[in-house]
């Protein structure tokens, strides 16, 4: 098992900043790759960014490309998703995610392949 927790989420003002932080515990943080999903009132949930087991290779929704970076600390056990250029599109419940990656270089985009979640934390951003 692995129990993730978000944090950061908040409400900001178009072009603002917000970073998002999940904490992962149990099973060896470093077996998975990590993504962040979000889900928006009315919408299905969607793919934000995801980043391998390394940390080495990320990939990004092309509507946030160039605005949010992925990232992470397998020393800290945790995920981070740092967001710029905030636009009111990106109003959502953001999620954290892992899955078990047997490759270092591999992660996935496609939430159905992810093993654990975490509740979600809510981003707002104001027009």
């Known amino acids: 098992q692995v129990q993730l927790v978000e944090s950061g989420g908040g409400l900001v003002q178009t072009g603002g900043s917000l970073r998002l932080s999940c904490a992962a515990s149990g099973r060896p943080f470093s077996s998975y790759g990590m993504g962040w999903f979000r889900q928006a009132p009315g919408k299905e949930r969607e793919f934000v960014a995801a980043?391998?087991?390394?940390?080495?290779?990320?990939d990004y929704a092309d509507s946030v490309k160039g605005r949010f970076v992925i990232s992470r600390d397998n020393a800290k056990n945790t995920v981070l998703l740092q967001m710029s250029s905030l636009k009111p599109e990106d109003t959502a419940v953001y999620y954290c995610?892992?899955?078990?990656?047997?490759?270092?270089?591999?992660?996935?985009?496609?939430?159905?392949?992810?093993?654990?979640w975490g509740q979600g934390t809510q981003v707002a951003v104001s027009s």
């Open positions: 980043i391998s087991r390394s940390g080495a290779n990320t």
């Open positions: 995610a892992a899955v078990r990656a047997y490759s270092p270089s591999s992660y996935a985009t496609m939430g159905a392949r992810y093993d654990y």
